[in-house]
């Protein structure tokens, strides 16, 4: 290859990735809804656009909510399987955020519902947190001293302890309002229960947290 063709490929390749770096600037000034509507008419990358939006929000989620972070990434990533093959399924007039949650929390639900029904399973689970290394709080702020980061940790952990034994239908919703800020609409679109209900349940998870935690952290 010639010195004159290897510079066109050079400029080609050049002008490729910024359309590239052009059109991901554009998919990320879009709306939830504009996005799916793009991957609806053919844009590959706009499903992209939503794995980048919502792929870490959900896995908190979920690994809230299941306790297994692994196993947390995996239910995301089944829900995007979801999302990508029922998309055109989505009502344009309501919030992405919501229907995703929703499909997301379902899954979740499911998982536990599978637990409790395989004591073995449920086992494996607790002894795979036993014998995973210490994962470091994500999001650290590198300005904190040691010691305000090592009780920033250990709150967490403390948190994340009390929140698994919550019962099912508790933890969902204290997750979803107290770890995820859904507003109390949101919870009832995503859980599918009223709007009374949701604050009944939160209520009584806010009063089990707090006795869970009150002996946690004393």
């Known amino acids: 290859m010639g010195a004159k063709a290897v510079r066109i490929d050079d400029r080609s390749r050049k002008r490729a990735e910024g359309d590239a770096a052009s059109h991901s600037?554009?998919?990320?000034?879009?709306?939830?809804?504009?996005?799916?509507?793009?991957?609806?008419?053919?844009?590959?990358?706009?499903?992209?656009?939503?794995?980048?939006?919502?792929?870490?929000?959900?896995?908190?989620?979920?690994?809230?909510?299941?306790?297994?972070?692994?196993?947390?990434?995996?239910?995301?990533?089944?829900?995007?399987?979801r999302v990508y093959r029922h998309a055109a399924r989505f009502d344009q007039t309501k919030k992405f955020s919501t229907w995703i949650y929703t499909i997301a929390g379902n899954l979740a639900k499911n998982e536990l519902r599978?637990?409790?029904?395989?004591?073995?399973?449920?086992?494996?689970?607790?002894?795979?947190?036993?014998?995973?290394?210490?994962?470091?709080?994500e999001w650290e702020d590198p300005k904190l001293k040691p010691d305000d980061l090592y009780r920033k940790r250990f709150l967490k952990e403390k948190v994340e302890e009390a929140v698994q034994q919550l019962p099912e239908h508790h933890r969902l919703v204290f997750v979803l309002r107290e770890l995820e800020g859904k507003t109390y609409e949101e919870i009832a679109d995503i859980t599918g229960v009223n709007l009374g209900t949701v604050k009944s349940r939160l209520n009584r998870a806010r009063n089990n947290f707090a006795q869970l935690i009150a002996p946690m952290i004393q």
């Open 25 to 81: 600037e554009r998919l990320r000034e879009l709306t939830d809804s504009q996005v799916v509507q793009a991957f609806l008419d053919g844009d590959e990358r706009a499903f992209g656009e939503l794995v980048r939006r919502y792929d870490r929000r959900l896995v908190n989620f979920v690994y809230r909510t299941v306790g297994d972070r692994e196993r947390a990434q995996d239910l995301v990533q089944e829900t995007f399987v």
């Open 114 to 137: 599978n637990r409790s029904r395989n004591p073995l399973v449920l086992f494996q689970s607790l002894k795979a947190n036993w014998d995973a290394d210490h994962r470091p709080l």
